[in-house]
């Protein structure tokens, strides 16, 4: 009988919800304060009093500064007050712990939406390139200074790889509004795109570029001729082909141009290529200026160059007498990102 009511108990515990663990501690208040009352215990029966004199009680504190006078009293704090104020605490305290890891183990799998704004979605999941990819990302934004949030989302069942650092979301389709809603895809300031097969890769860019056509959306695929079949759908997705077998080739006439690429990609360590917008000047700087400021100040060497019209057309190894103005876009070869530019001391 006793292992079949512990069992009873046990199941109706396990299920109860919140609403009726409140009612339960109503009813536990109510029926302590009109039991006390009875026995005479004026003292403890003050509103302000008993609710202070049950949580003490109740959560095994027991400061002493209140205790029953009466012999009813004391039976019934005894037999009563204190199991069921003890066993209800412990529930309450149990379903508040289970509560908590419940959510956390929610967020640790993706399965709670994010609501962020201007930050970087990664789509898509490599193993160990994603892993690769995520430890760049965060140290470029350390060297920026930048406090933008990462955002990985998935289809596959992993668990936030970096719980510390990014945020995370699983989702079953890459290309359905209820999924990528909860990586805030429509307020994403950077989208990319980096999925094993190539055709997921594709709907994937197709449907980030119509749901937010301002962001800016870079996508890598291993087969080159998709990538002038998106950018002729999709012109403001920058897409990056595999470069691998051009490396072979280049390699092979020019020794040693695999590892100088790899330097110039490199965040951690050698010379590695950075961008810099130009802001609003007073007149126009020529390249040839640029370029020797750049290195005399900066120890950098100025390699390419955007016009504000068309930032896409990148100009490499510009001429000495192009003319840079503001909204333009450089781009340099340095160990580390200039933050620091101070624009009008070129001009000297």
Request: aromatic share 10%; charged share 20%; hydrophobic share 45%.
């Amino acid at each position: 009988m006793i292992y079949k009511l512990r069992k009873v108990l046990m199941r109706y515990f396990t299920q109860m919800r919140w609403h009726t663990i409140v009612l339960a501690l109503l009813l536990y208040g109510i029926s302590s304060w009109w039991f006390m009352q009875l026995a005479g215990e004026s003292a403890l029966t003050n509103p302000t009093d008993f609710i202070y004199w049950m949580v003490v009680t109740g959560s095994t504190v027991g400061y002493g500064d209140y205790s029953p006078t009466t012999v009813a009293g004391k039976y019934v704090v005894a037999f009563y007050i204190i199991p069921v104020g003890l066993s209800i605490f412990a529930f309450v305290l149990g379903r508040a712990a289970a509560f908590v890891s419940a959510q956390w183990h929610k967020k640790a799998r993706g399965l709670k939406p994010v609501h962020l704004s201007n930050h970087i979605l990664l789509i898509g999941w490599n193993g160990e390139r994603t892993l690769h990819l995520l430890k760049l990302l965060l140290r470029e934004r350390e060297y920026t200074g930048d406090d933008q949030s990462i955002v990985l989302c998935v289809k596959v069942d992993v668990e936030n790889p970096m719980p510390d650092q990014i945020e995370f979301v699983k989702v079953n389709s890459f290309s359905q509004d209820a999924d990528m809603d909860n990586a805030s895809i429509d307020a994403a300031a950077t989208i990319i795109v980096d999925n094993p097969q190539d055709d997921l890769t594709m709907t994937t860019s197709l449907y980030a570029s119509h749901r937010n056509p301002n962001a800016h959306i870079l996508a890598y695929f291993q087969d080159e001729s998709l990538v002038k079949l998106l950018t002729e759908h999709c012109p403001n997705v920058e897409c990056m082909p595999s470069v691998a077998v051009e490396m072979l080739a280049k390699s092979a006439f020019d020794p040693g141009s695999s590892k100088l690429h790899f330097d110039l990609l490199d965040v951690y360590a050698g010379q590695a290529q950075y961008s810099v917008a130009v802001p609003q000047l007073d007149n126009s700087i020529s390249t040839a200026t640029l370029f020797t400021e750049f290195k005399k100040q900066y120890n950098a060497t100025l390699i390419g160059h955007a016009k504000a019209e068309n930032l896409k057309e990148i100009e490499l190894n510009p001429a000495l007498d192009t003319h840079i103005s503001g909204g333009d876009k450089l781009y340099y070869i340095t160990d580390k990102r200039i933050t620091d530019i101070e624009w009008q001391k070129l001009y000297v």
